[in-house]
């Protein structure tokens, strides 16, 4: 079965940089697009990276785009997300999942979620 495990949030001050993992198990040959997500206290959860099944083409969210990178490493079955100049704003749990393609900032018809990993950007 397909799965994704998040890793590296914590609580970091504004400003600060933090570096999320998203490690694939499973299936690996399967998957194509890979997203990360965040979702707030209260809000609906929202699309902020996608990145092709080559690596080739980045697709980033109006509210991350140049703090945010999008990377993957297919011979370790990873994909990162490295923030750096978080905001606040920027809480949230972070999760992944996976689709076809990339749909603009979000993968199309995305499926296996992963548990999500926390961070929280506070002073």
């Known amino acids: 079965q397909f799965q994704f495990a998040e890793s590296g949030g914590g609580l970091v001050q504004p400003g600060g940089s933090l570096r999320l993992s998203c490690a694939a198990s499973?299936?690996?040959?399967?998957?194509?697009?890979i997203g990360w997500y965040r979702q707030a206290p209260g809000q609906d959860r929202e699309g902020v990276a996608c990145?092709?099944?080559?690596?080739?083409?980045?697709f980033y969210s109006d509210s991350v785009k140049d703090r945010f990178t999008i990377s993957r490493d297919n011979a370790k079955n990873t994909v990162d997300l490295q923030m750096n100049s978080l905001k606040p704003e920027d809480s949230g749990i972070y999760s992944c999942?996976?689709?076809?393609?990339?749909?603009?900032?979000?993968?199309?018809?995305?499926?296996?979620w992963g548990q999500g990993t926390q961070v929280t950007v506070s002073s």
């Open positions: 999942a996976r689709g076809s393609f990339c749909s603009d900032y979000v993968p199309a018809a995305a499926v296996d």
């Open positions: 499973g299936f690996t040959w399967t998957y194509g697009a």
């Open positions: 990145i092709t099944r080559s690596g080739a083409v980045r």
